[in-house]
Structure formats: structure tokens, C-alpha cells
């Protein structure tokens, strides 16, 4: 008999699994799935406790593949973050992990993506970035690189919005890119975003391999592969492993507590980079652009920030959770409301 | 100066017309005549015609004395007030023989009317006596004391209103009172000659007291539990979510002093609708008001929480409509988007208050409907109802507890439904059973698109269909759940009129009316949708029944078209008008006087 690997909640992995994929084989959209499935586990949050949203897109259509025993909502295109935000007003409790495409966020949801930044509210915001509408058979979508092409069509020529650089300059707490293809970065990087307290972006460059997996694609496997510009070496030490324990990197490192108590370990490649340096962090994703690179890892960190539901200062109880009592005032207190009207 | 021995007295029986500008105060010289009448118990009834505008265009206001309890704007005025010079000419022109005209002389314009008994004062040159820096402002209080004197209103009446409009600010009581006193004395030194009308004490009753509807939505919506407020701010519906904002650290706090209700100005009423979604299908009690345009833009959402079966509740303050229109008029112009608002095939519970306690009602109760439906309930208010004050004697405390609807919370509560799916209909009434995020208890994935009996992703035709259909039994099983007319029947069944809404104001004058012709009349409000079966029995008991509303088309006619039997069907007949003003009674009388004839 073999022996089940269990986590730190012993919950096997398939307690984290989803239903089957109908998206199209070697869809990078997958690969990002499985790791959210990995992070999950390795992280032993418990999956009732998990919300997932998203918006309309092959992307969007994720949540049916992973994470089975939780609750989620696939919502209407480009709205997810207004939905995650009534949500988490009423069950602040509820872990959200976001998934969007670049057409549901950089177009149709571009609003919805910088009020929920602005409000900073508690969640994973996942980017399955492909440069193209893949639901819609292929168009390019806002984040398509400028002398980028597709399979079909011609090139682009419009300049690309760079998500990160846009949450950056809206004040987001925790913004990472990266790659579906970088399994142990964006594992990292995932678990990260779990652990912090507020919003998340990752932006996963994810190749469309229908309709933009070409070569002059810049978002396709091998241009990504070659041009990907590593920030950081990212390790991600769980709030249940006892950092002491962990191997201490040989070259400089820089550790991040998240609020969960984990910590992102980011080891230095070439430059080092602070996270939490806006400027910075805005700097290398302008260098990386205009050499047609990607910039990869945890570009920008704020643990400083309140989040949405603090700021509006809820009580502790999840709004959802509170009985009659508390969510119906007394009828004495209406007869002095008529009193006062009377002017009594 | 005495009353002319021989003028006849025409007590709690005229119409006011105060012409002022934008910006100007005048609102608050306004509300202290209305309130001070109210206090002597005298019945009546103002009506603000404001324009989009901040400051400087034209605003009316309207107050109506009647000891009948005529409500609606009178079809003219008795007494009207000049204050602004750009409406000037045209206010005077319109003015019938003998209206009696009080003006301030300062706008230096001619009051060149010889038939209407004409009373002028340098309102803006006393005011500025008393301040200058506040002349502008202050020069209103002055047509109140020259009403006050006019009109015999009691200074003690006049006195309690001005504190009750500037609640504890000492030194604004004392200025206006000082400027109506200085207008009272005026007139009473320099005027010659009195008028007809004047206002008589009545018993008041003590319980009584003036409020707006968006208010009283807005307490019902705090004594239903509100969870969530999403809102982006549009007129009429603005005040509203305000009268939430200031209500709800008085009344609802948590034990640990936190907030048990959230508040968000959304960016948009796209995101003011993905909330309210989002707080329903999290198991919160959400909601969001807005008006006509904003309701256009939630409608995608609408039909998601329609298909996906979601809790939420939605007020419209409608004002008049299509596009900005004009965006402060009030309309009855978004009752049929409203009930089919989305793509596809939907239908939706309507709750329509034509009381302001009915207002205070349905803030509550619709949430109870929204959780036991899941499903979106519109609250369907508009701009006359929410806006300007109405009579109540209190509102009413909630006569049942909150209906929380299908909803399992534990283990237990799923193992006993048998053969549980999130959208079987298990108990044969199209309400399946859901379980909430966090609960662990048998999760699914929310969607759009098509699913079946558990939720799974399917476009099976059978199950779409079979899906649908048991939405419509749904919400068709909603009918005579929701709150019944309002019927008044005469026992010669000849003419019925169904109404709705704000309508009510008007419904009791414009009966008068009719019955006046010998005709004899019933009337039937109609307070929801989809309309109860009582309605139908309504329309079978009455030769004729006409559908009175405000708008173009004939909303709730169009509605009962489709779905009455078609034998009933000739009976019924649109009396529709609409053009920004709160329904006069004479409009809306010979209108239906026309359409009786022309079917007779
Ligand atoms: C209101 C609305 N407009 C248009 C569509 C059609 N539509 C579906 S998916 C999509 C684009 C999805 O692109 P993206 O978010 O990049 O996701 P991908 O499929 O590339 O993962 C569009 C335009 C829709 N579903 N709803
Ligand atoms: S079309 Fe593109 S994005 Fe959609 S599933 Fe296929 S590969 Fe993935
Ligand atoms: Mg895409």
C-alpha cells in the first residue's frame, strides 16, 4: 500500500483538485491551474474556506478545474472584482483566489481592476496573461506587445498596458509577474500572495497555444523562455516550518514576512532589486519593455495598508454571520425614531 | 388691517406657487411654510420642481392646502411668490384672473397684472438690513412672513417649523426668525386690502409627521438587515443611500463597536450591482438605489443573478427617462425594464410603495423576498415619492422576523434535503436549496452559462429548458406572496382603475372627479410584480377598467396585456401621460374622461 503524501491539514492533493479541462491541450492557462492546486495544498489552507472568482474567458473558466470542495463564482466578463468585493463585505473570512484574462482585466474590466487595487481589497488577483481574446477565437487583446504578432493577422502597433506597472502606480500592496511556464517562481510567488493580507496581482504570462504560440509572439513559450529578465530567486518558507531549519541561500538574500507569518525568500541574480522601491520595481519593468523582455518575480511590496474591510471598520463576525439580533434594531428604537420625526 | 367683511373665506383650500432660484435657500423659506401649516394640522402637501443644476436656474415649489387631502399639484396657483426675474414674465403671464401675486420688489421687474391683487416688499434691501453677507439667503424668509401673514399662519407654528429646519443652530434660528417677523410687520403695516384664502387649525393628529420616501426606504432597509450598500450617486436616488449613511452608526453598530454593514461608493453601477451580487451569494444582505440610467447599466448582472439564482435587492428612484431626460422630473417610465430587465428570458419581483410607510415596508420586506426567491427584487420608488414629503403617523415596526430563505447552514440541515443539488426543485415551489461559501457543504461553482440540476456546466436543451421553466414557476409562484392591492370598490362595478405608485397622491381628486360626471369608480394600486391574482379578480368584476400611469406607453397596461386571459382583454383600457410634473388631477381626469367616451 502506498503511502498518501498529506499536508500540514492532512488533506490529500486531490482534495485540492478540480474537474476535468476543456480547454485546449498545452493551454498555459493548465499549467497555472496545477500550481494553484500545488500552492493551495502545500500551504494547507482549508479548501471550504476558499472562495473562487473569476470573470468570462478561457481563463475565467478555470475555477471549474481546480480546488472542487470550494465554493466559486464565475461571474460576467470583466466584472470579478466587484463581485469578490460584495463577497468579501459579507464573509471577510472567506480566502479569495481571483483568476481573470488579460481582454476580462486590461479591457472590459479595466474599471473593476483599479477600484479593487484602490480599496485594496483582501484577495489573490490572478492575470492569465496571453496577449489575445482566446475565448473569441484570437483577437489581440490591451496587453499585446507593441511589434508583437499573433498567428494570424497582422502585427500589433499599439503600445501595450502593462498591468504591473499600472497596479505599481495605483498603490497595490503586493504586484508579482511571471511565468506559467516557471513552476517553482510562480508556486512561490502564489503561496506568497495566499499569505498576504490585501490584494495580490500576479501577472502570469500564459501562451494562448491556438492563437499566439508563434514565435513572433511575445508571449509565446519560446520568446518568453528566452527573453524572461529573473528579478530574484524566490523560495517560500510556510509559516508552519520553523525558519531556522531552512538552508541559508550561499549568495545575498532578502526575506519578506507575509502576514500569515510565511516568509518569501528572494535570493539575489545579478541586480538586486527592493520590492519595496515603487520607482525601482517601475524602472525595471520600462527597461524590460523597451528591450522587448519580461521582468519576472516579486516586483513591488507594501505591507503597510489597511485593507478594504478595516478601513470601513466591520465587526469581527463575518456580516454574513449575524444573527437577527444584531442586523434588526429593537422596536424601541424605531418608536424614538417616530418620536424624534414627531419632534417630541 | 381686517379681513374684507364681504370676501369669501376660502379656508385649507388653495394651491401655492413659490418661484425662486436654484441655490438660493429658498428650499429652506419653503419647507417652514409647509411645516408650519402641517403643524397646525392643516393637510398638505409641497412639491419641489428643482432643475440639474447646482445653483441659478429655475425652482418651484409647490405647496397644496386641502382639507379634502388632495395631494396632487393643484391645476393652478392661488397664490404665487416671485423671487426669480428669469421666470418672471412667464410665471405672471400664466397666472389666471385674481390669483393673488407676492413679490420681491428689489428684482426690480414690473407686476403689470391689474386683475390679480398684487403685494409687493423690498425683501432683498430688508434682508440686507439684517446682514448683508446674507441677503441673498435670508431674503426668502420674508415671502414666509408675508404668508404668515396673508394666510393667518400661527407664529408659534411658524416658529416650531424654523427649529425643526435648522435643528440647534442657534444663531440661523434667530436671523430668520427676525427676517419672517420684519415680513410679517411689513405687510402687515403697508398692505392694503386682504385676500380670500386662509389656513384654519384642525385637529392634528398627534402622530402624524412629514417624511421623504427615500428616507423611509432607507430606515426599512436598516431594519431589514442590510448587510452591504453599493451605490454610485445619481438624483433621485442619492439621498437615499445618504439617509443609510447617516442612519447606521446610531442604529446599527456590532457589539465590538464595528460596523455590521457595509458601505461602498462603487465606481459605477456595473460594480454597484457585481457587489450587491457578491454580498447575496456570500450570504449577506445586499443592496444598492440608484435610478433609471444606472439600472440600464446593472442590467447584465441582473440576468446573472436571475440565472445563477442570487439574493440582492435593487431600488430605483425613477426619474424621467429616456437617457438623462430630465434628470429631475419625476416618471414612472422604468416599470416594464425593470420587470424584464436583462437578456434572454427573465422576470423579476417588482415591490411598488405608494406610501411612505409602504416605502418603509418594502426597505425591509425586500430583502426577505430577494432570500426567499433568491433572486434580485426591485424596490420601485420614483422621484415625487422619494423626494418630497410625505404624511405618515410612524412607521410600523417589522411584523414578522427575517426570512432567510433556503438556506443550509450545517451537515445536518443538507443530509435532511433528499436528493440535494443547488438547483433542484425539491420541494415542488421552483425554490431549490443553496449552501454558502466558507460552509464547506457541498461547494459548486456559480455560473452564467447553462448548468444542471447540480450546478455542473451543461447545455443539454432538456436541461436548459427544464431550467427556465422552473425559473418562471418560480417567480410566478411569487405572486400572491407578495403584498395584494389596494382595492376600493364601489358596489356598481361600472368603472375600475388600476394605478400604481405615487399615483396614489393624486387618486383620491381625480376619483372626485370622475364621480363628479356621475360616473361611479373603483380603484385598484397595484404593489407588485408580477401582479397578484386579486387583480384579475378586479378586472372580472368591472365593465371597464382603465390602467392609469405615469408614463408614455402604458407600461403596467403592456404588462397585464401579456399576461391576462385574452377574454379579458377589452376591458381593459391606457390612460398614460407623462411630462416631468407629479400628476395634476385634471390632466389625468379628462384623459381618462376622453378614453371613457371614445370607448363608449
Ligand atoms: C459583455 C460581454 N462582451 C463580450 C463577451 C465575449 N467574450 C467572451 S471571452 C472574451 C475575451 C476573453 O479574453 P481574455 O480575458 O483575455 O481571456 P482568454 O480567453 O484569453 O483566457 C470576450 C470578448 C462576453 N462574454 N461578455
Ligand atoms: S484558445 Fe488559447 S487561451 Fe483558450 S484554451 Fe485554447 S490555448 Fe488556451
Ligand atoms: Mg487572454
Redesign the pocket.
Known amino acids: 500500500m502506498s503511502v498518501m503524501k498529506l499536508n500540514v491539514i492532512d488533506l490529500e492533493k486531490s482534495e485540492y483538485t478540480g474537474g476535468k479541462s476543456s480547454l485546449c491541450p498545452g493551454c498555459g ?1 493548465d499549467q497555472i491551474s496545477k500550481i494553484i492546486i500545488q500552492a493551495a495544498w502545500e500551504n494547507g489552507i482549508s479548501p471550504e474556506g476558499i472562495a473562487k472568482m473569476s ?6 473558466k478555470t475555477p471549474a478545474y481546480f480546488l472542487g470542495k470550494s465554493h466559486g463564482f464565475n461571474t ?2 470583466g466584472r470579478m472584482p466587484s463581485v469578490t468585493t460584495g463577497a468579501s463585505m459579507a464573509n471577510k473570512s472567506l480566502s479569495f483566489i481571483a483568476v ?6 486590461a479591457s ?1 474590466g479595466i474599471g473593476q481592476f483599479i477600484h479593487a487595487i484602490r480599496r485594496n481589497l483582501d484577495m489573490v488577483y490572478i492575470i ?1 496573461n ?1 496577449g ?5 477565437k484570437g483577437q489581440y ?1 490591451a496587453t499585446v506587445e507593441k511589434g508583437s504578432k499573433k498567428k494570424k493577422g497582422t502585427m500589433n502597433e499599439q503600445p501595450p498596458i502593462d498591468l504591473c506597472a499600472m497596479a505599481i502606480n495605483l498603490g497595490c500592496s503586493f504586484v508579482a509577474r511571471s511565468f506559467s511556464g516557471s513552476k517553482k517562481q510562480l508556486t512561490a510567488l502564489i503561496r506568497a500572495a495566499m499569505g498576504h493580507r490585501g490584494m495580490a496581482v500576479i501577472d502570469v504570462i500564459s501562451p ?1 497555444v491556438t492563437f499566439a504560440n508563434n514565435d513572433e509572439s511575445y508571449k509565446s513559450y519560446n520568446y518568453v523562455k528566452e527573453n524572461d529578465e529573473v528579478l530574484h530567486m524566490l523560495d517560500y518558507i510556510p509559516h508552519f516550518t520553523p525558519i531556522e531549519e531552512v538552508d541559508i541561500p550561499e549568495g545575498e538574500y532578502d526575506d519578506i514576512q507575509m502576514f500569515d507569518g510565511s516568509t518569501l525568500r528572494l535570493e539575489t541574480v545579478g541586480d538586486d532589486h527592493d520590492p519595496s522601491d515603487a520607482v525601482s520595481a517601475l524602472s525595471a519593468i520600462h527597461h524590460a519593455e523597451k528591450e522587448n523582455k519580461h521582468v519576472t518575480g516579486l516586483l513591488y511590496y507594501d505591507d503597510s495598508m489597511q485593507t478594504a474591510d478595516e478601513e470601513l471598520g466591520l465587526t469581527e463576525t463575518p456580516l454574513s454571520a449575524l444573527s437577527e439580533a444584531e442586523l434588526r434594531p429593537s422596536e424601541a428604537e424605531l418608536a424614538s425614531i417616530n418620536a424624534a420625526f414627531r419632534g417630541a | 388691517m381686517e379681513k374684507q367683511e364681504t370676501m369669501e373665506r376660502i379656508c385649507n383650500d388653495f394651491t401655492i406657487n413659490i418661484a425662486t432660484a436654484n441655490g438660493t435657500g429658498s428650499q429652506s423659506a419653503n419647507l417652514i411654510v409647509l411645516n408650519s401649516m402641517f403643524q397646525m394640522g392643516v393637510p398638505v402637501s409641497g412639491k419641489n420642481l428643482f432643475p440639474s443644476n447646482i445653483s441659478g436656474l429655475p425652482t418651484w415649489f409647490i405647496i397644496r392646502a386641502s382639507d379634502r387631502g388632495y395631494q396632487a399639484p393643484g391645476d393652478k396657483a392661488h397664490i404665487q411668490v416671485l423671487m426669480n426675474k428669469d421666470t418672471w414674465q412667464k410665471d405672471l403671464a400664466g397666472l389666471e384672473s385674481g390669483t393673488v401675486v407676492i413679490y420681491n420688489e428689489d428684482v426690480k421687474l414690473p407686476v403689470d397684472r391689474d386683475d390679480c391683487p398684487s403685494f409687493g416688499m423690498p425683501m432683498t434691501k430688508m434682508a440686507r438690513g439684517i446682514n448683508p453677507k446674507l441677503a441673498r439667503l435670508m431674503c426668502n424668509m420674508y415671502y414666509v412672513g408675508a404668508l404668515a401673514h396673508l394666510l393667518d399662519i400661527d407664529d408659534a407654528a411658524i416658529s416650531n417649523a424654523l427649529e425643526r429646519q435648522f435643528k440647534g443652530k442657534e444663531k440661523a434660528i434667530e436671523l430668520n426668525l427676525r427676517a419672517i417677523g420684519e415680513g410679517r410687520t411689513y405687510a402687515e403695516e403697508n398692505w392694503e386690502g386682504g385676500i380670500p384664502y386662509c389656513v384654519e387649525a384642525r385637529d392634528k393628529n398627534p402622530d402624524a409627521f412629514l417624511v421623504e420616501g427615500n428616507e423611509a426606504v432607507a430606515l426599512g432597509s436598516i431594519f431589514g438587515g442590510i448587510n452591504m450598500l453599493s451605490w454610485y450617486p445619481i438624483t433621485p436616488s442619492s439621498s437615499l443611500a445618504e439617509s443609510i449613511i447617516e442612519w447606521l452608526p446610531k442604529l446599527r453598530e456590532g457589539d465590538d463597536g464595528g460596523a455590521t454593514c457595509a458601505v461602498i461608493q462603487a465606481e459605477d453601477e456595473l460594480a454597484a450591482a457585481g457587489m450587491v451580487i457578491g454580498a447575496g451569494w456570500a450570504g449577506g444582505r445586499g443592496m444598492t438605489c440608484t435610478s433609471g440610467p444606472g439600472i440600464s447599466l446593472m442590467s ?1 448582472f441582473i440576468g446573472l443573478a436571475y440565472f445563477a439564482e442570487v439574493p440582492g435587492v435593487i431600488w430605483d428612484v425613477n426619474r424621467v427617462g429616456p437617457s438623462t431626460g430630465l434628470p429631475t422630473r419625476t416618471q414612472q417610465g422604468d416599470l416594464s425594464m425593470l420587470y424584464e430587465a436583462s437578456h434572454g428570458d427573465t422576470q423579476h419581483i417588482v415591490l411598488i410603495p405608494g406610501t411612505v410607510d409602504e416605502c418603509f415596508e418594502y426597505g425591509w420586506r425586500a430583502f426577505d423576498y430577494a432570500e426567499r426567491f433568491q433572486t434580485i427584487v426591485f424596490g420601485f420608488s420614483d422621484l415625487d415619492l422619494g423626494m418630497n414629503r410625505w404624511s405618515t403617523a410612524g412607521f410600523q415596526y417589522p411584523d414578522s422576523p427575517m426570512d432567510r430563505g433556503k438556506v443550509l447552514r450545517t451537515q445536518d440541515e443538507l443530509d435532511a434535503v433528499a436528493n440535494y443539488g443547488r438547483y433542484r426543485d425539491v420541494d415542488g415551489d421552483g425554490i431549490p436549496y443553496r449552501t454558502l461559501p466558507g460552509s464547506g457543504l457541498d461547494p459548486v461553482l456559480y455560473r452564467g452559462t447553462g448548468h444542471d440540476e447540480d450546478g455542473v456546466y451543461s447545455e443539454d436543451p432538456d436541461v436548459y429548458y427544464a431550467t427556465v421553466s422552473r425559473l418562471r414557476r418560480k417567480i410566478d409562484g411569487a405572486r400572491d406572496l407578495l403584498p395584494a392591492p389596494v382595492v376600493r370598490e364601489e358596489e356598481e362595478q361600472q368603472i375600475g382603475v388600476i394605478y400604481y405608485g405615487s399615483v396614489e397622491n393624486s387618486i383620491t381628486e381625480i376619483d372626485d372627479m370622475l364621480e363628479s360626471t356621475g360616473l361611479s369608480v373603483s380603484t385598484c394600486r397595484v404593489r407588485a410584480l408580477p401582479y397578484h391574482s386579486e387583480v384579475e379578480g378586479f378586472i372580472e368584476r368591472h365593465d371597464k377598467v382603465i390602467v392609469l400611469e405615469i408614463n408614455r406607453d402604458g407600461q403596467l397596461y403592456g404588462i397585464l396585456r401579456k399576461e391576462l386571459p385574452v377574454d379579458l382583454l377589452p376591458r381593459l383600457h391606457s390612460v398614460a401621460y407623462t411630462d416631468g410634473i407629479p400628476p395634476r388631477a385634471r390632466v389625468y381626469a379628462d384623459k381618462i374622461l376622453e378614453v371613457l367616451e371614445v370607448t363608449a
Open positions: 492557462h470573470g468570462i474567458g478561457c481563463s475565467s460576467v466578463h481573470s484574462g488579460d481582454g476580462d482585466t472590459i492569465e496571453n489575445v481574446y482566446g475565448l473569441t487583446s494562448c | 447584465e
